[in-house]
Structures are given as structure tokens and as C-alpha cells.
């Protein structure tokens, strides 16, 4: 008699055989960045109903170098995080046309960068003058 063996797929390091998985992997990753920065903004604002003394004391945990490579990393996930979703939006948005043509993906990824570059340039400002 036979012995009947299944099929078992071997899944140690699926994602890194091909780049489009490697490139969904770190988009997913990328989130994880965002929720641990999010949850710094709402201790700081925990701090900021504790009085002047607990803010400047999280204010003071900010500048740290540990800190600062923190923020450096998330910010280069949260800009792969958007350029990864201005790149998907033509994909996802509706039929867009003008005169009849259908908008090429090109302009709606460039639109959606531009328009994401110029309210974080227009905050900056803002922050700046305040």
C-alpha cells in the first residue's frame, strides 16, 4: 500500500522571492511607524493637560538621539507610505476623463504628490510663523 503524503508549501520568506510582495511588505510595515508616531502625539498631548512642566518634559524626550532617528525613520516610511498610494489611486479612483480621454495614471500619481508636498510645505509655514 501507498503511503499517501500531502503537500506541504514551504512559506519561510514567501514575500522576498518576488519584489512586488517585498514592496507590499514594506508598505505594511510602514504602518507601523504611523501608529507609534501617533501614539507620541497623544502623549504629548496627555502631557500638554498635565501642566507646562510634563509637556516640556516630553517636548525634552523629543530631541534625544534615539528620538531623532525615530522621526527620521518615520518619515521616510510615511513618504515610501504615500508614494506607494498616489502610485495605487489611478488603480482605485473612478473613470476619470477630460474631454472624453481618460486621464492617464502619470498625472493623477504627479497631482496626488504635488498636492501632498505642497500642504506639508503650506503646515510648515504655518508652524513656522506661529
Same mark, same amino acid.
Given at each position: #500500500?501507498?503511503?499517501? !503524503?500531502?503537500?506541504?508549501?514551504? #512559506?519561510?520568506?514567501?514575500? !522576498? ?5 517585498? %514592496?507590499?511588505?514594506? %508598505?505594511?510595515?510602514?504602518? +507601523? *511607524? ?27 524626550? /523629543? ?5 531623532? +532617528? *525615530? @522621526?527620521?525613520?518615520? /518619515?521616510?516610511?510615511?513618504?515610501? @507610505? ?18 472624453? %480621454?481618460?486621464?492617464?495614471? #502619470? ?22 510663523? #506661529?
Amino acid at each position: #500500500m501507498a503511503r499517501i !503524503r500531502t503537500y506541504v508549501r514551504p #512559506m519561510q520568506g514567501w514575500w !522576498r522571492r518576488n519584489p512586488y510582495y517585498v %514592496r507590499y511588505m514594506l %508598505r505594511e510595515v510602514s504602518s +507601523v *511607524f504611523l501608529a507609534i508616531y501617533t501614539v507620541i502625539l497623544l502623549a504629548g498631548l496627555l502631557r500638554l493637560t498635565q501642566g507646562e512642566a510634563a509637556y516640556d518634559a516630553w517636548r525634552a524626550a /523629543l530631541t534625544s538621539p534615539v528620538s531623532i +532617528v *525615530f @522621526h527620521w525613520l518615520a /518619515l521616510l516610511t510615511v513618504g515610501y @507610505h504615500a508614494y506607494t498610494w498616489w502610485k495605487v489611486a489611478p488603480k482605485t479612483a473612478p473613470d476619470l476623463r477630460i474631454a472624453g %480621454r481618460p486621464l492617464p495614471e #502619470m498625472v493623477i500619481t504627479t497631482g496626488g504628490w504635488l498636492a501632498t508636498l505642497g500642504t506639508s510645505a503650506l503646515v510648515y509655514v504655518i508652524v513656522r510663523w #506661529m
